[in-house]
């Protein structure tokens, strides 16, 4: 029989809904975030707060700038105190928030004089009820900022080269530095003058001041690659080019939160000359062809993977910088070159000059204004006027002379700033958590600090423990870097023994980021259910930590013996 029935009609192709890409789709807004920052530059809405808001109060604030707008000058609103995890994801941005701020203090670089520390210090105490947290990108972070004190707040950090200009929104934000920059014996190449050319040119640029979404930054000429940066969104690592001599290598499109990327050399090497055109070059590839329509794709690593390393740098090459860049090698990872110390710079350190510089671990980054202040004052009392902060959330003190050494650790100790701590006082750090953060799940400074004491004394028997990281976080968003760390637990609610939903925390394992124990980057490993309650991280770390101490073989780090192992030993 012959079939009649007429030949299936070829279905039209959808046409792809636009990213919001402005050199593809044009720069019509496709959402809210979009619009807030079409109709006005974020950046001018410090003049409302000076001349409006100031003066009206928190009540005054729209929500476009309250919400969207204040970010540009380093304000979040803070969580109301009270409402528990299970609500974050339920109530509204209003409802969550209370009529306080937490204020973000702009430090490229990490670095501090004495004197802006005790500037930072006055304002956490007077208009902070003596808050302040170290954060992981060399931040400090006060809380319980009212609107009514901004103006003043802003004259005090200017007085001394200080700001808040793009500590957060969409936008460049602060420029991680090696924390030894300029000191260090061992240094390849001093970044200051890079992150300063940046800082002068592009930072607070109205033209750079509406990106997709945030764009993150590292620059290091230290060997022990100081700097995340495989987890930034674009990064300058110090290498030696065998023809043109010290530079940095180029690195693009990292990033964490829930989607995690690392970040891939553009096989690029450019001098200190270059890096700022460079760096401008990469920051503007990202505000025209990043993605706009959703903001949980608008991160440069989403267009770097779909675009990859080969057209991204042929783009930049032929639209942004008009001249190919030198083809170069790697840098070696710590562990090839066989460092001793870590990245962290804990500990006692000569300079290039035969001073010294210390690195002393605070406890999950928290100290109180009263101690920054406290802090100046020891420092100049051992004869150095320079702190640093560092990308771990650690303090370091610089310029000390050989006989202030153990007089400053003392001093430091007295601070709860601790220049000899405990493995895991050394190696934990800790996101905001639910005690300010909106987003937050969980509780996480409190927490970690009473897991710290916990392992302290539970596992100062294993002597031999080879140094591993613990890193907690609130909520999924991976502000303290859970999968790069040996342990890095995710806030979330959990069962119980006894069946009842309480915070708590899921596990990865055996992450980690290029140090003196691996040679390259790698994602922690999860295991099928394994969740621990908040109130359980003792527990749970000296019970695993125990295992590998039992089990690993030889020289095997915590990460390898975590990946390869049975999933009931990691129980």
């Not at 927490?447 to 539970?458: F, G, K, P, Y």
Request: with cysteine.
């Amino acid at each position: 029989m012959v079939n009649t029935a007429p030949a299936p009609t070829k279905t039209a192709k959808r046409p792809a809904r636009p990213n919001g890409q402005w050199k593809v789709d044009g720069p019509a807004p496709l959402n809210h975030n979009e619009e807030f920052k079409a109709e006005s530059d974020p950046l001018e809405v410090r003049d409302r707060i000076e001349r409006i808001y100031a003066k009206e109060g928190f009540d005054s604030i729209p929500g476009d700038d309250l919400h969207g707008r204040f970010r540009w000058w380093g304000l979040y609103t803070q969580r109301k105190p009270g409402i528990d995890g299970g609500k974050t994801a339920t109530l509204e941005p209003h409802e969550l928030e209370d009529k306080y701020f937490m204020l973000r203090v702009r430090i490229d670089g990490g670095a501090l004089s004495t004197e802006q520390l005790r500037v930072i210090a006055g304002i956490s105490t007077e208009f902070g009820r003596g808050s302040a947290d170290i954060t992981d990108r060399q931040n400090i972070q006060l809380h319980w900022i009212e609107v009514e004190a901004m103006p003043e707040i802003w004259r005090r950090l200017e007085a001394v080269g200080l700001s808040t200009t793009e500590a957060c929104g969409d936008v460049p934000r602060v420029i991680l530095g090696s924390p030894v920059a300029g000191v260090a014996k061992d240094e390849l190449i001093d970044p200051t003058p890079v992150i300063e050319e940046i800082q002068k040119r592009f930072i607070g640029d109205p033209a750079l001041a509406n990106l997709p979404r945030k764009f993150k930054t590292a620059i290091t000429g230290h060997p022990s690659l100081d700097v995340v940066h495989e987890i930034n969104d674009v990064s300058f690592v110090g290498v030696e080019h065998p023809e043109r001599g010290i530079g940095y290598d180029v690195w693009v499109g990292g990033a964490l939160a829930t989607t995690p990327r690392f970040a891939e050399r553009l096989g690029a090497f450019v001098s200190a000359e270059e890096a700022p055109e460079v760096w401008h070059g990469v920051v503007r590839i990202f505000r025209d062809y990043g993605y706009r329509r959703l903001r949980n794709k608008a991160r440069l690593k989403f267009l770097l993977a779909d675009w990859g390393v080969e057209k991204f740098r042929d783009v930049l090459e032929t639209e942004y910088l008009g001249y190919r860049m030198t083809d170069g090698d790697a840098p070696p990872s710590p562990a090839e070159l066989g460092l001793a110390e870590r990245g962290d710079h804990v500990g006692v350190h000569e300079q290039h000059d035969g001073r010294f510089y210390v690195g002393a671990a605070p406890t999950v980054g928290r100290v109180a204004g009263e101690n920054l202040a406290r802090l100046a004052d020891v420092a100049e009392a051992h004869g150095s006027r320079r702190v640093r902060l560092t990308p771990l959330q650690k303090v370091l003190v610089l310029d000390v002379a050989e006989d202030q050494v153990e007089p400053l650790i003392a001093g430091l100790d007295e601070l709860g700033l601790h220049a000899r701590p405990s493995l895991f006082r050394r190696n934990t750090i800790a996101c905001t958590g639910i005690e300010y953060c909106k987003l937050a799940i969980v509780e996480t400074k409190a927490t970690s600090a009473e897991a710290i004491t916990q392992l302290e004394e539970r596992l100062g028997d294993l002597k031999d423990l080879k140094p591993l990281t613990l890193h907690v976080n609130g909520c999924p968003n991976s502000c303290a870097r859970i999968q790069t760390a040996d342990i890095g637990l995710k806030g979330q609610l959990v069962m119980d023994d006894d069946g009842n939903q309480v915070p708590g925390f899921q596990v990865h394992l055996g992450g980690g980021l290029a140090s003196v124990e691996r040679d390259d980057a790698g994602l922690g490993r999860t295991v099928r259910g394994l969740k621990v309650t908040a109130d359980g991280i003792g527990d749970y770390v000296e019970r695993v930590v125990r295992r590998y101490d039992a089990d690993h073989d030889g020289d095997e780090t915590f990460a390898q013996w975590a990946h390869r192992t049975d999933e009931e030993a990691l129980r």
